[in-house]
Structures are given as C-alpha cells and as structure tokens.
C-alpha cells in the first residue's frame, strides 16, 4: 500500500486543521492506521490510531480530546482532525500502516508503511 498525506500547513494556536493520508494499491480495511509526529530535535511519537475495521482509536495523552482520527473507506483516506493547537504541536506529521490491525497502536515497530511526512506549524 502507499500512503500519501496532505494538509496541515500554518495555523494559529488556538485553531484548527486537519491532515488526511489517502491510501493507494489496498484497502484500509486491511490495516490498523495511525499517525505519528515528530518535532524538531525531538523522537517521532505516536499521536492517535484506528484499528483495522475502525471500531477502535486510541490516542496520545498529549492530543486526547483535541484531536480525532477517522477514516473514509469509500475514499480509501483516514483523517486526523486536530483541534485547539497548541505551538507543542508543531511537527511533521506522518501517517502509517499495520497488517496487523490490532493494539497497541503506540508501537512505531509494527507499522510496515509511511507516508511522507506533512508539516504543521501552530504560531503563538
């Protein structure tokens, strides 16, 4: 599967924007999807996830309740919608996929596709 990401983009904090990973070559219903970002000078962390099927997210403690992760099977596209940004959310912004489906979905080891990565700056 590839994944390619768009969105995000330059946003004041406060606001909000989205990012969507559209998938190519396979279905998401195959997999568990996830985002995952990483912050200048910082490791990659995990931000939200849904599992294969869409009955389960899951999400960073720093995002929960910001953001909201969805996906479109129609459109073969998961969406991650982030709301109330904060200047700390800043960073690139990459979305993946597992074959395995299931939790823990915090793991960057058990994802086996990337998209590239898609910047979004929150100014103060």
């Known amino acids: 599967v590839q994944l390619q990401a768009s969105g995000g983009g330059l946003v004041q904090a406060g606001g909000s924007t989205s990012v969507s990973c559209e998938a190519s070559?396979?279905?998401?219903?195959?997999?568990?999807m996830a985002w995952f970002r990483q912050a200048p000078g910082k490791e990659r962390e995990f931000v939200a996830a849904?599992?294969?099927?869409?009955?389960?997210?899951d999400y960073a403690d720093s995002v929960r309740g910001r953001f909201t992760i969805s996906r479109n099977t129609a459109k073969n596209t998961v969406y991650l919608q982030m709301n109330s940004l904060k200047p700390e959310d800043t960073a690139v912004y990459s979305c993946?996929?597992?074959?395995?489906?299931?939790?823990?979905?915090?793991?960057?080891?058990?994802?086996?596709?990337w998209g590239q990565g898609i910047q979004v700056t929150v100014s103060s």
């Open positions: 993946a996929a597992s074959v395995e489906g299931w939790g823990p979905f915090s793991d960057m080891r058990k994802y086996n596709y």
């Open positions: 070559g396979r279905a998401i219903d195959w997999y568990a």
């Open positions: 849904i599992s294969r099927g869409g009955g389960v997210t």
